[in-house]
């Protein structure tokens, strides 16, 4: 789901982000879910959390900017060249 997100509109890649963020969440609670079962190590779970988060920082700062690109700001928005428009 997130790779197709490349492809997308920004408008439709922050729905889609705050979905994979939403399934990340899950992901990660079934993980220390597990891990509190004992049905994991605890070294294997240190090792995948720290893996979730990482992902999870990417995929924040994705949506984060994604959010700050289309929100408009005094009547001005961001174009794909970096430049400003009124």
């Known amino acids: 789901m997130s790779f197709s997100c490349i492809y997308l509109p920004p408008e439709s890649k922050v729905t889609t982000l705050g979905k994979v963020l939403s399934k990340l969440d899950v992901l990660k609670f079934f993980c220390q879910l597990a891990w509190e079962s004992r049905l994991i190590p605890t070294d294997k779970y240190t090792e ?13 700062g994705w ?24």
């Open 48 to 60: 995948l959390s720290e893996k979730l988060e990482e992902i999870g920082k990417m995929l924040g």
């Open 63 to 86: 949506h984060r900017g994604l959010l700050v690109k289309l929100s408009p700001q005094s009547g001005e928005r961001n174009n794909s060249f970096g430049t400003t428009t009124r």
